[in-house]
């Protein structure tokens, strides 16, 4: 019996973190479909892009009725695309952490927000807009999928879905067991989309989340997750988040703020101080960017007496 309890509390601790760095896993996917046209990331480019990009520019602005606008634009003109549908679902899960303030270090660095037992209440209109766009995306994927096994847009759909149900039944539902399957899932998508083209470098983001959050457990916990085919490797995760940070897309900007809050755990402050700066200048309107920045350069005397 005791040996149960320690395996489901090391389960839940690994999904739960897993999958904040899934958040956005497949958006991987959108990210390179749009470079695939020739176009270069850069600082600012998504604020100029088609409706895809320019989409994700207004979801990191944290204006997210102005992103779905530029999401269903995109699905009434591609109604084949699977990535149209995930990028909508990825704005309502967005939207839903921003409202339960998930996206923080104060949720995230803290085990007692992160690990607490009690489901999170959702808003009923969002969830049903995520489970319907989810819905759509793995129906028009798989779809595809089975014309070609290899169509990059297609694993990218099904990584950002996977992913995604990952992150709602984890942090929002608690349901953190159910989630494993669908984040290792997500994990398994992303390595295949790498295997098929390496230069995909956005789907380092989920691999790498999951190598650095495992190998900040103890030991123990990574000991029983290893025999679930789940590794962790601090130091290995984190450069894969650097990689996508300096030349990933649409997942860069999520990239960098992971690199972020790992750096902080690792007491990295001038990396987590560089890749905050870049964020707040690119996304001024992001308040969540501006307030990590600040509460990382406020003096500890006065972080201990907030």
Not at 12 to 17: D, G, K, L, N, W
Not at 51 to 65: N, Q
Not at 81 to 87: R, T
Not at 189 to 204: G, R, S
Request: proline share 5%; charged share 25%; with cysteine.
């Amino acid at each position: 019996m005791h040996e149960t309890r320690i395996q489901r509390h090391g389960m839940r601790f690994s999904a739960t973190i897993l999958a904040s760095g899934l958040l956005l896993a497949g958006i991987c996917g959108i990210a390179n479909s749009q470079g695939k046209n020739g176009v270069a990331a850069s600082n600012g480019y998504l604020a100029s892009g088609p409706p895809l990009e320019a989409g994700f520019h207004e979801l990191y602005e944290l204006r997210f009725a102005d992103a779905r606008v530029h999401f269903t634009s995109w699905e009434s003109a591609q109604p084949a695309d699977p990535l149209g549908p995930a990028a909508e679902a990825a704005s309502y899960l967005f939207e839903e952490f921003y409202a339960q303030g998930v996206l923080t270090s104060e949720f995230f660095l803290d085990d007692d927000k992160l690990f607490g037992p009690k489901p999170l209440k959702p808003d009923a209109a969002r969830k049903a807009g995520f489970e319907g766009a989810i819905g759509r995306t793995q129906a028009l994927a798989r779809t595809r999928l089975r014309a070609r096994p290899d169509d990059t847009d297609a694993l990218f759909a099904l990584a950002l879905t996977a992913g995604m149900e990952g992150d709602y039944e984890s942090v929002i539902e608690r349901r953190q067991l159910d989630a494993l399957g669908k984040i290792k899932d997500a994990e398994v998508i992303a390595a295949k989309l790498l295997a098929i083209d390496p230069k995909q470098v956005d789907a380092n983001v989920p691999i790498g989340g999951m190598q650095y959050i495992i190998g900040c457990l103890p030991a123990y916990k990574r000991f029983l997750l290893w025999f679930g085919g789940i590794h962790g490797d601090r130091a290995a995760g984190m450069e894969r988040l650097r990689t996508t940070a300096e030349r990933g897309h649409y997942l860069r900007p999520y990239a960098k703020l992971m690199l972020a809050l790992a750096a902080m755990r690792e007491k990295q402050k001038d990396l987590a101080r560089a890749e905050l700066k870049e964020l707040v200048a690119e996304f001024p309107g992001n308040p969540v960017f501006a307030r990590e920045l600040a509460k990382l350069d406020r003096p500890a005397s006065a972080s201990h007496s907030d």
